[in-house]
């Protein structure tokens, strides 16, 4: 598949406008220090004006940490995904949500995966800790039980993941870097915000219908890769115990 980048109406270049200026303003104080710095120096590839050129994205990414964007055209199988991010590809929709539809999405859209996802892609480290992840996930693809664990450290990581900057939580995670009700949402009062602890993310249960309550923030890129091998040697033992 591919981004058919005609077919995209003037409207939808109007909506994919209203969200970026409206997310990236908002970010300003909020986000981590490498996803603002990646998010500018990605322009003009990924910008406001337009929506985002995937053959232009693929070039930036490409040079920088090898990446690539794979169009898909929706959510796939489990296996699938791990696949492409073991050979980092991370995969993306192409459709724009609608006016309507502004605040609240069931399925993610193209902004979220390009917005949200994308610009941390450049950042090496992180770029490694994606291909890592993908690696041990096509290792226990086929066991439900270590799956649902790795959908617990994607979850509260790579979608809703903190990061502490200077003794302040910023945020890293595309589902909340791309929604402005949830990167607003992390600063409200009834919120529980825990130290990064792998054993803890990966026995806590999250919901996709709701505001988060729960985030993990953690320390740095680099002890998030570091992370990945207790994750894969409580797998191996999961494994082992059956």
């Known amino acids: 598949m591919v981004q058919q980048y005609h077919l995209y109406t003037e409207q939808d270049h109007r909506t994919w406008k209203l969200l970026f200026d409206r997310?990236?303003?908002?970010l300003q104080d909020k986000a981590s220090t490498d996803y603002l710095l990646?998010?500018?120096e990605l322009a003009p590839a990924l910008q406001a004006?337009?929506?985002a050129s995937f053959r232009q994205l693929n070039q930036r990414l490409w040079s920088g940490t090898g990446w690539s964007i794979e169009v898909v055209p929706g959510l796939i199988p489990v296996g699938d995904f791990f696949s492409l991010l073991a050979r980092r590809r991370f995969c993306s929709s192409t459709w724009v949500r609608k006016p309507e539809q502004i605040d609240y999405l069931e399925e993610p859209d193209m902004f979220h995966d390009i917005f949200g996802h994308v610009?941390?892609?450049?950042?090496?480290?992180?770029?490694d800790f994606m291909q890592k992840f993908g690696e041990i996930?096509?290792?226990?693809a086929d066991d439900p039980n270590c799956e649902r664990q790795l959908e617990r450290l994607y979850w509260y990581t790579v979608e809703f993941g903190l990061i502490m900057e200077r003794g302040q939580q910023r945020i890293f995670g595309a589902g909340i870097a791309s929604s402005f009700g949830e990167s607003n949402h992390i600063f409200d009062d009834d919120i529980t915000?825990?130290?990064?602890?792998i054993d803890q993310v990966l026995q806590t249960e999250f919901r996709t219908d709701i505001m988060q309550t729960e985030y993990f923030a953690i320390p740095s890129y680099a002890s998030l890769f570091r992370s990945l091998d207790g994750v894969e040697e409580h797998l191996k033992q999961m494994t082992l115990a059956v």
Do not use: C, E, V
Request: net charge positive; glycine share 4%; no cysteine.
């Open 119 to 127: 610009p941390l892609l450049m950042n090496p480290t992180y770029a």
């Open 137 to 140: 996930g096509m290792k226990y």
């Open 193 to 197: 915000i825990h130290p990064f602890n």
């Open 38 to 40: 990646w998010l500018q």
């Open 49 to 51: 004006d337009r929506i």
């Open 23 to 26: 997310q990236a303003s908002n």
